[in-house]
């Protein structure tokens, strides 16, 4: 329903219309005012499915644009795929001077400093229960009897 309108705020409403339309007229008014949500509703679907089809119309156009590039091997210029370029031919780049040659073995490795590992956690004991108390057994118990 509403948002922030609850049940009581509703019940008050319609106690309002109740007395301001009155008991004949009000169900030819809620009719009324039902009838004109459905077509309130009803354009407003019709509006939002003509932007979602206009959306699709133009994410259509787009994609027939980049395949009509790509077939004609033309360099998309879009910032996406040049950004995308540019991320590989730095990551395929030729080699530096400073890469070592095959059989030299460069300088030594350093031993990975010792990983200190946390002391164990200290043992604790069980929580002790209170002994349970001495009561009769109830299926061996004595029956109760009742005075007069």
């Given at each position: ?49 003509g932007f ?28 996406v795929f ?67």
């Open positions: 329903m509403l948002p922030g309108v609850g049940f009581s705020e509703i019940l008050v409403i319609g106690v309002i219309a109740l007395l301001v339309v009155g008991p004949k007229d009000l169900p030819l008014m809620l009719r009324k005012l039902g009838l004109q949500m459905a077509k309130l509703r009803a354009m407003a679907n019709e509006f939002r499915s979602d089809e206009l959306a699709r119309q133009a994410e259509l156009d787009e994609l027939k644009r980049e395949v009509d590039a790509l077939r004609r091997g033309a360099v998309l210029t879009d910032p040049t950004d995308i370029e540019q991320k590989v031919t730095g990551a395929i780049a030729p080699p530096t001077s400073n890469v070592l040659a095959a059989g030299d073995p460069g300088p030594p490795e350093e031993p990975p400093p010792p990983v200190e590992e946390p002391p164990p956690a200290p043992l604790e004991d069980p929580p002790i229960s209170p002994p349970a108390p001495d009561l009769p057994d109830p299926v061996h118990a004595e029956p109760v009897q009742a005075s007069r």
